[in-house]
């Protein structure tokens, strides 16, 4: 793939520090295939924002967090000709699992350059795009729970579902 990409960096996903992340991304993008461009986010659904107003100025866009990064990003570009790609920086990683992208960052922003594209389907669920997961009754309760949390990982949603059990 060759082009500009933005990086669009969730800071808080995960409960990992993102602040090393550019200096990841210089040191390990072929830079001869893409300029990179990097954003973090400073609220919720900031990193869908960002990407509807990048659609069409860059060939791909880049979620750096977890699957709540990559759904935001992802519903913003469904249907446009712009290419997603993922750097894994969350709890789970479900989507990024199940595309075998590396969990390793390092590998990650190494294979953005491969030429590997993939069509991968959507869904719409009370007028909103998803991509990989989508929760109804207690399964949602708990992620909106979680959501509010200041902490993140695997660790705070299990603790948050054990909170709502009781």
């Known amino acids: 793939m060759k082009g500009k990409a933005l990086f669009i960096i969730n800071p808080i996903s995960g409960g990992k520090k993102k602040d090393g992340v550019p200096d990841l991304i210089e040191k390990h993008l072929d830079t001869s295939a893409l300029k ?3 954003v973090f986010t400073d609220s919720v659904s900031h990193a869908r924002q960002i990407a ?9 866009i880049v979620a750096v967090g977890g699957d709540g990064t990559v759904n935001e990003v992802a519903s913003a570009i469904v249907g446009t000709n712009t290419h997603l790609g993922i750097i894994p920086f969350g709890s789970g990683n479900g989507l990024a699992r199940f595309l075998q992208i590396p969990m390793d960052a390092e590998k990650a922003i190494k294979t953005l350059v491969s030429g590997r594209v993939e069509k991968i389907d959507s869904a719409t669920l009370n007028g909103k795009p998803f991509f990989n997961m989508a929760g109804m009754g207690f399964d949602a309760h708990i992620a909106e729970v979680f959501s509010h949390n200041k902490k993140r990982g695997f660790i705070t ?3 948050s579902a054990f909170v709502e059990i009781n």
């Open 36 to 38: 990179p461009v990097i």
């Open 52 to 60: 509807v107003d990048a659609v069409n100025k860059f060939e791909v």
């Open 157 to 159: 949603y299990i603790k």
